[in-house]
C-alpha cells in the first residue's frame, strides 16, 4: 500500500513554469512504476508522463514533448512534473499514480493522489 500526495499546482500566466512534486509514503517507492495524469472539466483523464520505477525509462504525451520532462528520486520517495512554456489548454487537475507496469493506461494504476490544480492563464 501507498499514499501519494501531489503539490505545486497554481496559477501561472501562458509561457511560465511550474514544477509537480508527489510524496509517496507506505510501501517501497522504487517499486512502482509512477505516471502523472491530468484531467479538465467535461474531459477523460489523459495520461501526461510516465517514468519507470528505477527512472531508467520514461515517455511523455505527444502535446507535452519537449515542455514537460517527468524525473524522480528514489531516496527521497518522490517523483516530479517540470512544466515549461505553459498554454492555456494545460489547465487541468494534474494526479500522480503508482502501479506494478510501466504503462500509460490510466485503469492500470492502483494507487492515485488527490490531486492539485493547475491553471494557466492567456
Known amino acids: 500500500q501507498v499514499q501519494l500526495v501531489e503539490s505545486g499546482g497554481g496559477l501561472v500566466q501562458a509561457g511560465g513554469s511550474l514544477r509537480l512534486s508527489c510524496a509517496a509514503s507506505?510501501?517501497?517507492?522504487?517499486?512502482?512504476?509512477m505516471g502523472w495524469f491530468r484531467q479538465a472539466p467535461g474531459k477523460e483523464r489523459e495520461c501526461v508522463a510516465v517514468?519507470?520505477?528505477?527512472?531508467?525509462?520514461?515517455s511523455v504525451a505527444h502535446s507535452v514533448k519537449g515542455r514537460f520532462t517527468i524525473s524522480r528520486d528514489n531516496a527521497k520517495s518522490t517523483v516530479y512534473l517540470q512544466m515549461n512554456s505553459l498554454k492555456p489548454e494545460d489547465t487541468a487537475i494534474y494526479y500522480c499514480?503508482?502501479?506494478?507496469?510501466?504503462?500509460?493506461?490510466?485503469?492500470?494504476?492502483?494507487?492515485w493522489g488527490q490531486g492539485t490544480q493547475v491553471s494557466v492563464s492567456s
Open positions: 517514468i519507470s520505477s528505477t527512472g531508467g525509462s520514461t
Open positions: 507506505g510501501r517501497t517507492f522504487s517499486g512502482y512504476h
Open positions: 499514480a503508482a502501479g506494478g507496469s510501466f504503462t500509460v493506461v490510466t485503469r492500470s494504476y492502483d494507487y
